[in-house]
């Protein structure tokens, strides 16, 4: 392990309590100018972390202010008790992206439910990346591939992307079962109404971050595209809401409309609350006459026409929501009263005068109160943030949803961690710590765990902030402590400056980060080193995108073919007969073009002995024996063989009893430590024979070359010289 190959090279351990608490190693020759850089370090990383932390936030589908209650207090727990002092921990996109998968089709983003979930679910994963560190079990981590980590996430960068279009383009559409059908209702939207003012104002925000890191990285460019933006959004009226009561709206189609919609959404609660009664009814019947009654099937009959009817509704539902959202109107001042009233474009009274703004309905997935219809003529804003800190709970703990949440868990935590420890990893290499994965897993749970106390959603290694965190000159884990603070200030403080910030400039944060998760190289390199590793890639960046939003299956996918693809190789090993090579080495024949000796077959077995390939093994070296009829002698080099077990050993003790009833004598080469153990424990080691049994393959040939070519006709033996097929012509040498 890497914690412990460090204390040896530094010939001392490491003290108990710095493994209970590795956050006092920080303290070691820790000096004023360390202290110093602490301080700038942690100032700079809370510049982009609170507006990255707001806009991932609103992509996991929480309010924007449960970004800033995720960088409070799981930042600092993640650095006191992780082994990396420069890792910043909090809000990052792939983790925000997952958690809103997971939880639309229990909730209604943003909603009080849609929220406990969001906690429970930091709590979930919190827990299993605390076990799996406790339990030294980091390396479960190894079961997503880099080819399947890096297909998944540069499919992911691009669903997040995408997804923030709506906010760009200042349109509204409701999410459908795909992703690509979500991107194209946002396109038709954007192609029959783009408010302009948002789209503006995102590419203000775009070309103040591109523009001020071309010129100086150092400069906060996030934190500068907010500040403008907010104070452009302030002065300019960006954001105009009204409510009206639904007589205001001079158009009766618009009104029956939305009665028909209230219709609908009642007729769904009543029909769920039915549901819900029903459920009760059918397992109290399970439990009286069995699930095999007529009266249970006959519960069960009921509850399906009423899932039936509740699908039906829904899409009713979203059609009106659709058709109400693509409607435009003016409004116009009563002369009398000074009442806004509004008329659809086109319809306003000849001689009114309106007042020039397109205004549309504001519709979510509840009812439209009809004393206080929602519009909008301007563009969204984060709105009120509550001031103060989180107040500290207890999470809302339901042991069904709890079970549904858990394989969503899992992943999350798996990908979670692989992220913040291979950023982690990169900056060992640059400043020479210690690194232990295992504590670095037991901070990120204890970051999820507390951080789901005060509110807070999952949470991982950001590598933009890490980034920034290390160039700043960060020597150890109060960098992010400060930072910590900075958001409390900031809670308690500076919230109600941030009620104007718009919504586009989140989506245009959270566009920018993701360009650095899009890698392309990463399927080069991989098809580079095994196609099937590029194939794996691909085939995984592929089936995400297509399954989103629905991303656990994608990356099912992947881990499944990387398994598969293992398993498959593990069951045909590579096999290769050897003969002498001009770099003294015994090499692939076939592979170099030597030639081949006629009494010995040296092969070469790359792979463990198990019961998946065994008779692979039996079959080759069978089929090569059949091929060499002079052949005398095989010797097996198992120099690759690291695990033999019960099926190999028993294939192996079968193989050389045939071979040597048919004449054939077999010694084995270069087999561990572990295989010999296996070998004498089942009596195989007396059957093959201790002078049978050799160190290397140069020792094999010494001993067994002179007996088995005795009245040979082989005037060049390709295992003591170099004996070419096609000997090389001498001007190519």
Request: glycine share 8%.
């Amino acid at each position: 392990m890497l914690n412990r190959s460090t204390t040896n090279n530094n010939k001392r351990t490491v003290p108990i309590m710095t493994r209970i608490f590795p956050f006092l190693g920080w303290f070691e020759n820790y000096r004023l100018s360390s202290f110093r850089l602490d301080l700038v370090s942690g100032l700079t990383v809370a510049l982009v972390l609170v507006p990255q932390s707001m806009a991932y936030a609103q992509l996991a589908g929480l309010p924007a202010y449960y970004g800033l209650y995720a960088s409070f207090l799981p930042p600092l727990i993640a650095s006191l008790f992780g082994s990396s002092r420069q890792l910043a921990t909090g809000p990052v996109a792939v983790v925000s992206l997952m958690t809103a998968t997971t939880l639309e089709p229990l909730a209604t983003a943003g909603g009080e439910a849609f929220i406990a979930y969001a906690v429970l679910l930091a709590l979930l994963i919190g827990l299993f990346q605390f076990s799996l560190g406790v339990l030294r079990l980091g390396l479960v981590v190894n079961f997503l591939s880099h080819p399947v980590v890096n297909g998944f996430t540069n499919a992911a960068a691009l669903i997040i992307a995408s997804s923030q279009l709506s906010k760009l383009f200042g349109v509204h559409v409701d999410s459908a079962e795909h992703h690509y059908e979500t991107i194209y209702n946002v396109v038709r939207g954007a192609l029959s109404f783009t408010h302009w003012p948002t789209l503006a104002i995102a590419l203000l925000a775009f070309g103040i971050m591109i523009g001020l890191k071309r010129l100086n990285p150092r400069i906060p460019n996030v934190l500068a595209a907010v500040i403008i933006s907010t104070l452009i959004s302030w002065a300019f009226g960006y954001e105009h809401n009204h409510r009206a009561r639904l007589s205001e709206i001079d158009d009766p189609n618009t009104r029956a409309t939305i009665q028909q919609f209230n219709r609908t959404l009642a007729d769904i609660e009543r029909k769920s609350e039915e549901r819900i009664a029903l459920t009760e009814e059918a397992q109290k019947a399970g439990e009286f006459h069995g699930e095999k009654s007529v009266q249970y099937m006959d519960i069960n009959h009921r509850i399906s026409l009423i899932n039936l009817e509740v699908g039906e509704l829904k899409e009713t539902a979203h059609e009106i929501r659709e058709k109400m959202r693509t409607i435009l109107y003016r409004g116009v001042e009563d002369t009398d009263d000074g009442t806004l009233h509004f008329y659809t474009i086109g319809n306003v009274p000849t001689g009114r005068e309106d007042d020039g703004r397109n205004w549309r309905l504001k519709v979510s997935n509840t009812r439209i109160d009809e004393n206080a219809v929602r519009l909008t003529g301007g563009g969204d804003v984060v709105g009120t943030i509550p001031k103060g800190l989180p107040s500290f709970n207890i999470p809302t703990f339901s042991l069904s949803v709890a079970l549904n949440l858990l394989p969503m868990a899992i992943i999350i935590s798996l990908l979670g961690f692989m992220e913040a420890i291979s950023i982690a990893k990169a900056m060992v290499a640059k400043t020479g710590q210690r690194l232990d994965p295992n504590q670095e897993l037991i901070g990120q749970g204890l970051a999820n765990i507390v951080g789901s106390f005060s509110h807070s959603y999952a949470v991982s290694g950001s590598f933009s902030r890490s980034a920034v965190n290390i160039q700043a000159g960060a020597v150890s884990g109060l960098s992010n402590v400060f930072s910590s603070c900075v958001v409390v200030i900031t809670l308690l403080f500076f919230t109600p400056l941030l009620y104007h910030l718009p919504q586009a400039v989140l989506a245009a944060i959270i566009m920018m980060a993701v360009i650095g998760l899009v890698n392309v190289r990463g399927f080069i390199h991989a098809w580079k080193a095994q196609k099937y590793d590029g194939i794996i890639g691909i085939v995984t960046f592929i089936f995400t995108l297509a399954f989103a939003p629905h991303l656990d299956r994608g990356i099912m996918i992947g881990v499944g073919l990387a398994i598969i693809l293992h398993l498959f190789r593990g069951m045909k090993p590579n096999i290769a007969l050897l003969s002498k090579h001009p770099d003294g080495s015994y090499r692939n024949q076939a592979r170099f073009g030597l030639k081949q000796c006629r009494h010995i077959a040296v092969i070469r077995y790359n792979g463990s002995l198990f019961f998946a390939n065994v008779n692979y093994l039996e079959e080759q070296i069978l089929e090569r024996v059949a091929a060499m009829p002079e052949l005398k002698h095989i010797i097996m080099v198992g120099n690759g063989i690291n695990e033999l077990d019960a099926s190999g050993e028993d294939m192996l003790s079968q193989l050389v009893g045939r071979l040597r009833e048919a004449g054939y004598d077999v010694s084995i080469s270069g087999l561990n430590d572990a295989v010999l153990d296996v070998l004498r424990r089942t009596h195989l080691y007396e059957k093959i024979g201790e002078d049978h049994l050799f160190r290397n393959v140069d020792r094999a040939i010494a001993a067994l070359h002179k007996k088995t070519h005795i009245g040979s006709k082989e005037t060049a033996c390709p295992l003591i010289e170099v004996v070419y097929i096609n000997p090389p012509s001498k001007t190519t040498s």
